[in-house]
């Protein structure tokens, strides 16, 4: 679905056009000469690092020097902070905290989860948590930083977005195919990076993107088809859940149920067709096993809710498998929520960033995961109530924006990829990590712009 905000350009149809944004290009004017002789440059940069963070996953994130905990996400703050225009970016949003407009409330409420964060920093240190995990936990609060710098981005490259989100629906699927095809059971790992190269968990954006931004979806079949097969085979519940919400979105937005409707009937008539000639694809091997059959992926569903039904659905499959991480997710939230309220100064500020949370499971060897697959058990663990309202705060702010901006160009993709985000950050570790958050922060910015800078028309 195109924007209406402005004409459309050689590269597609913008979120937010040049006409659209008008007086907008004055967010970092004084670096604006600097910038379109870098544009190029900073084009790719900003493409490389988004797509790699979402369909290479931990082993791109993780490019840098792993033994002080220097990696790819901190090197591009740092950059930032050095390069003249995206720093006047920077602060342009800090002065917003005193000026009216759009993006007074965000930057207030952004002020108050940093304030939140700083506070879980000092708390972390005062307890004695080591210094490295405080390090580490509290990169939840200062990848915030890339919401700005997505902003300043979108103003001063005007269609930067669209060409993101087709860049991700390739690359996310021919990688996702060679990943499941002939990587997932063999580590492979990049030059200086500390890990190997994970399942891509762009699919659901991607989709989401082709939607949003095409006049006629369905010229983008192959890419439509194919980031949908890359996600039934990566067999990831969290992102199966995120991107179902977006096409609740997407559908209720557009009201283009005619697309969806024919959509359905190609996924009853090739559920029909495995069913009838037992056809099944083996998925990634590196989640849990199993086939991608339909009778597979509704056990996969299930299973965390009824083991018994999964296995009668499907009696071939691991479902003790499919249940179990789902088990220990479910033990240690439990354990986060009662060690947090077991006293009232821990439900109020939590443990400090630096705690290890991990101590808080039964099953501390099930899986080898540092966090606990959910954003608002991680906020609560490390910041207490305090912390999880100024997060909440920040989000609701966020979204808030975010509908403004489909509003005003009738695009809703910002607020679809928030729920395949939210989905995927309510069961998997996303918020937390940089190869989830920075691309969310990133692509929000880009998206917020028309509803945190352009006037209604």
């Known amino acids: 679905m ?21 007086d907008v290009q004055a967010y ?34 993780q490019l840098g020097v792993a033994p002080v905990g220097l990696f790819l996400g901190e090197v591009v703050v740092g950059a930032a902070l050095i390069y003249r225009p995206s720093r006047r970016a920077l602060l342009e949003f800090l002065n917003d905290l005193f000026r009216p407009g759009r993006l007074h409330l965000l930057a207030w409420a952004t002020a ?55 860049v991700l629906a390739w690359v996310n699927l021919v990688y996702g195919l060679a990943f499941v095809a002939f990587l997932d059971d063999r580590p492979v790992f990049l030059p200086f990076s500390s890990a190997a190269l994970g399942g891509p968990q762009g699919s659901g954006a991607a989709i989401m993107g082709i939607l949003c931004f095409e006049d006629q979806p ?24 995120g991107t179902g919400m977006a096409l609740v979105v997407w559908t209720l937005w557009s009201r283009r149920y005619s697309l969806l409707s024919t959509g359905a009937v190609v996924v009853v008539a090739v559920i029909t067709v495995t069913s009838i000639l037992g056809i099944q694809l083996d998925g ?19 299973a965390p809710l009824d083991a018994d039904i999964a296995r009668q659905i499907a009696p071939d499959q691991p479902v003790d498998t499919f249940a179990g991480t789902a088990r220990w997710r479910r ?15 821990t439900t109020l500020i939590g443990n400090g960033h630096g705690f290890d949370l991990s101590t808080l499971t039964p099953n501390r060897d099930a899986d080898d995961s540092r966090t606990p697959h959910n954003i608002f058990f991680y906020v609560l663990g ?43 950050g309510l069961f998997s570790n996303f918020f937390e990590t940089p190869f989830g958050a920075i691309p969310f922060y990133v692509m929000s910015g880009m998206a917020i712009v028309p509803g945190a800078l352009v006037r209604s028309r």
């Not at 972390?124 to 080591?130: F, M, V």
């Not at 001063?156 to 977005?161: A, E, S």
């Open 112 to 166: 108050l989860f940093v304030a939140s964060g700083l506070f879980a920093v000092v708390l972390g240190w005062s307890r004695d948590h080591p210094v490295l995990e405080i390090a580490k936990t509290f990169a939840l609060t200062y990848y915030v930083l890339f919401l700005p710098l997505g902003i300043w981005l979108s103003t001063v490259i005007p269609g930067l977005l669209y060409r993101l989100v087709r």
């Open 284 to 302: 990634a091997s590196n989640r849990g096993g199993g086939s991608v059959s339909p009778n597979a992926v509704a056990a996969r569903l299930i």
């Open 218 to 241: 369905r010229r983008s079949w192959h890419l439509l088809a194919g980031n949908a097969l890359v996600l039934l085979l990566q067999q990831k519940r969290a992102e199966w859940i």
């Open 28 to 61: 970092g004017a004084p670096g604006t000469t600097v910038v379109e002789r870098h544009e190029t440059a900073i084009t790719r940069i900003t493409i490389v690092v988004v797509v790699g963070y979402l369909a290479l996953g931990r082993g791109f994130a």
């Open 331 to 345: 033990q240690w939230w439990e354990g986060i929520w009662e060690q947090v309220h077991a006293d009232q100064t």
């Open 382 to 424: 490390y910041t207490g109530w305090l912390g999880v309202i100024a997060y909440a705060a920040f989000i609701a702010m966020l979204l808030a924006l975010l509908n403004r901006a489909a509003r005003i160009t009738a695009n809703p993709f910002g607020l679809c990829f928030f729920a395949v985000c939210l989905g995927i």
């Open 2 to 22: 195109a924007t209406t905000s402005g004409a459309d350009g050689p590269d597609g149809p913008p979120l937010a056009s040049r006409d659209a944004i008008g």
